[in-house]
């Protein structure tokens, strides 16, 4: 069976200043690409030059283009080279790009133009830029069921056998947060300038781990998260990249029992819940977007350096302590100005002042900070996920 063929003509210019000429290697030929993967498929033959060309003049030549005969989409470069020394596409100059299909054994061209090499990449670029926007968004809509069966899997299951069972989805961050609140509040007997009561310093450290539990809860996890799932990487088909976004909304569901708690201890100590609380949204879904990418982030790069885990729960230490949660803000005055720019920052520094301007002062989170978080959040949502789209295609070898 002959292999699907297209015939072209081509017309080949001189943009040099010497004249070419088939002794030389001049002549015009094609290279036949996969457009996913940019891979080189097929090297074509040449057609030498059928006399000499002078500088800036042009002649036509007719190529027959054979294609793979596996049926597909493939893209073809028609330029002219000289032997042993370069495509002249890959210098700058103008060639003819085909797209081409092979279907039941025949090929047809889909679309044709002239073009350089340099405006192809920028037009790969645009589009794997639309992609990157697209494609996380589709991975969660798509296995939005998926998603929340998982959750709610791996909320019941991390405790299943204990006695307390899904209970401990409450008791583990409120042993957590009564901890800190005796080292910080009663023995080390921090307080707030705005209140100084023992009262005061609770809610006020309370409602800065609101945030902290989803978010240290998540990316501790994300390293590990892959190799956990080692199974679903070798043996099945799975969108593996919805790990990551599964342990986002279980550490997320977490953090919802929490705020419910937080939220009954300021009804009952000052008596109603601020009207602010209705801009708890605009900090939750950055927060998520946060989250999630570096979780994506980390759950990659996991499968790749096994220290990871540890490395990342020092820095989840470190992290907590430089975010004033059990301290006051107001403390971070004594720093020099460029450490404060730094730690300022911080987007958990964002989301907890954020948190605490709309549950303790019953006011909207700072617009300023509010627009920086919600774009770094959303860059690294996208980012996150072009890294682990990436990398998990050699998940496999490496497991």
């Known amino acids: 069976m002959s292999a699907p063929a297209i015939t ?7 943009f040099s200043g010497e004249t070419w000429s088939a002794e030389e290697g001049y002549a015009a030929g094609y290279q036949v690409f996969d457009p996913d993967s940019g891979t080189l498929v097929v090297d074509g033959a040449r057609v030498p030059l059928e006399a000499p060309l002078a500088s800036g003049a042009s002649a036509e030549l007719d190529l027959e283009i054979s294609l793979p005969p596996e049926a597909g989409r493939y893209r073809v470069f028609v330029s002219s080279l000289q032997e042993h020394v370069a495509w002249h596409y890959e210098r700058g100059a103008r060639f003819l790009a085909l797209d081409a299909e092979v279907e039941d054994g025949r090929a047809r061209i889909v679309r044709a133009r002239e073009t350089t090499l340099g405006h192809l990449r920028r037009e790969n670029l645009a589009r794997a830029a639309g992609r990157s926007f697209e494609y996380p968004l589709r991975t969660l809509w798509r296995n939005r069921a998926l998603i929340r069966s998982m959750v709610r899997r791996d909320i019941l299951g991390r405790y299943r056998g204990s006695f307390g069972g899904a209970f401990w989805t409450v008791l583990n961050p409120l042993i957590l947060m009564v901890t800190y609140f005796f080292v910080f509040g009663v023995v080390l007997r921090t307080r707030t300038a705005a209140d ?3 009262a005061g310093f609770a809610l006020y450290f309370l409602c800065g781990m609101l945030p902290w539990l989803a978010f240290s809860e998540a990316v501790g996890r994300a390293p590990f998260i892959v190799l956990e799932y080692r199974t679903f990487v070798k043996r099945l088909v799975f969108p593996l990249e919805i790990l990551p976004v599964n342990l986002t909304f279980s550490a997320l569901a977490t953090e919802c029992v929490a705020v419910g708690i937080f939220a009954a201890g300021v009804l009952a100590a000052r008596g109603a819940l601020p009207g602010a609380v209705f ?22 790069l996991g499968v790749y350096v096994r220290d990871l885990g540890q490395i990342n ?3 989840l230490t470190l992290w907590f302590f430089l975010t004033p949660i059990c301290y006051p803000a107001e403390s971070l005055g004594q720093l020099p100005p460029q450490a404060l720019d ?6 958990l520094f964002i989301l907890v002042r954020g948190y605490r301007r709309i549950f303790l002062e019953s006011a909207p989170p700072d617009f300023g900070p ?3 978080l919600w774009l770094l959040s959303a860059a690294l949502f996208l980012l996150g996920h072009a890294w682990f789209y990436k990398l998990k295609k050699n998940f496999a070898d490496v497991m």
């Open 342 to 347: 730094v730690l300022s920052a911080n987007p």
């Open 313 to 315: 729960g020092f820095l």
């Open 279 to 300: 801009w708890l949204p605009a900090l939750v879904v950055p927060q998520v977007l946060f989250t999630m990418g570096l979780c994506w982030f980390l759950a990659a």
């Open 370 to 372: 509010l627009w920086k």
């Open 8 to 14: 072209v003509r081509a017309r080949v210019r001189n």
């Open 196 to 198: 100084p009561s023992l």
